[in-house]
């Protein structure tokens, strides 16, 4: 295990020169894995998009994020065969794709697993470790789930726990999309967030039977809370994208853009930058900064970039905005 951990070493620092070069020890390997226990990670709460509600993060202190990293390398290298409904955390995959297939359906169905990292167990993980396309050896298998693992689980807030979760829900899509099959519907995943669509009103009592008792054959249960069906006279979304008739992005999403743009062309970069970071520690993107606040320009042009994406490059929306842009970045430089 140090052999291959210490081959990612070397392709992560041919990538990344200003990184530690320091090689990994099977020393270090089991301090991580099974000695460093209580002070492996540091847990905190952010705010969910729903009032009152937190999300429970887990960071790895920085000798196991290191590992972690590397550990994901090699994980990635070796599991390219990700279900096809399963959208979060794969290359080449986004929440766009994850939209798509449902563009234009009837009938949406947005659920949300309950406790969806802490649900995935370590024993599961190392199941899933010593199957292909893995195939580990049980006592490898123990060691990686042991350093990837916290407390019998998976530590949402540890950059391996996506991958794992995704190798390990392969059962679970395959099912579920066999459900799809049977109810002549849509299927996809986004990590935690799965949507199903219909052009029939197919979803009642015995689809949600059906689907409640394969969540829970596999270890999971959905949040009832959060269940919605979006029906045609609503706005329909998946996983942020509007898909009633082709994907876009909500209206707020593009005023928004433009506010930011007023203000900054009319009250100045300081100004603009001010209202920024009052704002900016209620959105979502604020936990992916580990709560600093980037500069207006870069969150504009990602805002904007996003637009693009989910509207096209072609879409005269997106064109305005980044020919403001950069004519308001212009003037003030």
Same mark, same amino acid.
């Given at each position: 295990m140090a052999?291959?951990?210490?081959?990612?070493?070397?392709?992560?620092l041919d990538e990344n020169p200003q990184h530690k070069p320091k090689l990994i020890t099977p020393k270090l390997l089991n301090y991580y894995a099974y000695h460093k226990k209580e002070t492996r990670y540091r847990t905190f709460q952010i705010a969910k998009r729903t009032r009152g509600e937190f999300r429970t993060i887990k960071a790895p202190d920085h000798g196991l994020l290191r590992l972690q990293r590397l550990l994901l390398r090699c994980l990635t290298a070796a599991f390219t065969t990700s279900h096809p409904a399963s959208h979060g955390f794969v290359p080449g995959r986004s929440v766009l794709t994850n939209a798509l297939p449902?563009?234009?359906?009837?009938?949406?169905?947005?659920?949300?697993?309950?406790?969806?990292?802490?649900?995935?167990?370590?024993?599961?993980?190392?199941?899933?470790?010593q199957l292909p396309p893995f195939s580990?050896?049980?006592? *490898? /298998?123990?060691?990686?789930?042991?350093?990837?693992?916290?407390?019998?689980?998976?530590?949402?807030?540890?950059?391996?726990?996506? @991958?794992?979760t995704n190798a390990v829900c392969q059962r679970l899509d395959r099912r579920l999309q066999q459900l799809a099959t049977r109810h002549r519907c849509t299927y996809t995943r986004y990590a935690d967030d799965l949507t199903f669509s219909c052009n029939r009103p197919v979803f009642r009592a015995a689809f949600h039977q059906e689907l409640n008792a394969t969540?829970?054959?596999?270890?999971?249960?959905?949040?009832?809370?959060?269940?919605?069906?979006?029906?045609p006279e609503t706005r329909q979304e998946v996983?942020?994208?509007?898909?009633?008739?082709r994907p876009n992005v909500p209206r707020e999403y593009v005023r928004?853009?433009?506010?930011?743009?007023?203000?900054?062309?009319?009250?100045?970069?300081?100004?603009? *930058? /001010?209202?920024l970071r009052q704002h900016y520690p209620t959105s979502k993107a604020h936990a992916r900064h580990n709560?600093?606040?980037?500069? @207006?320009?870069?969150?504009?042009?990602?805002?904007?970039?996003?637009?693009?994406?989910?509207?096209?490059?072609?879409?005269?929306?997106?064109?305005?905005?980044?020919?403001?842009?950069?004519?308001?970045?212009?003037?003030?430089?």
């Open positions: 052999f291959a951990l210490n081959a990612a070493l070397q392709q992560d449902h563009v234009g359906h009837r009938f949406v169905l947005n659920l949300d697993l309950r406790n969806f990292f802490p649900s995935t167990s370590v024993g599961r993980v190392m199941a899933v470790l580990l050896a049980k006592e *490898s /298998a123990y060691l990686v789930a042991n350093l990837c693992c916290d407390q019998g689980s998976l530590p949402q807030g540890a950059p391996t726990s996506p @991958l794992l969540l829970a054959a596999e270890g999971y249960q959905q949040n009832e809370q959060k269940q919605r069906l979006q029906t996983t942020g994208i509007v898909v009633n008739d928004q853009i433009r506010a930011m743009l007023h203000n900054w062309e009319t009250k100045g970069y300081e100004a603009a *930058s /001010a209202t709560g600093k606040v980037p500069k @207006l320009e870069r969150v504009l042009a990602g805002k904007i970039a996003y637009l693009g994406m989910v509207r096209g490059q072609n879409d005269s929306a997106f064109l305005n905005l980044i020919k403001s842009f950069l004519r308001i970045k212009d003037a003030g430089q």
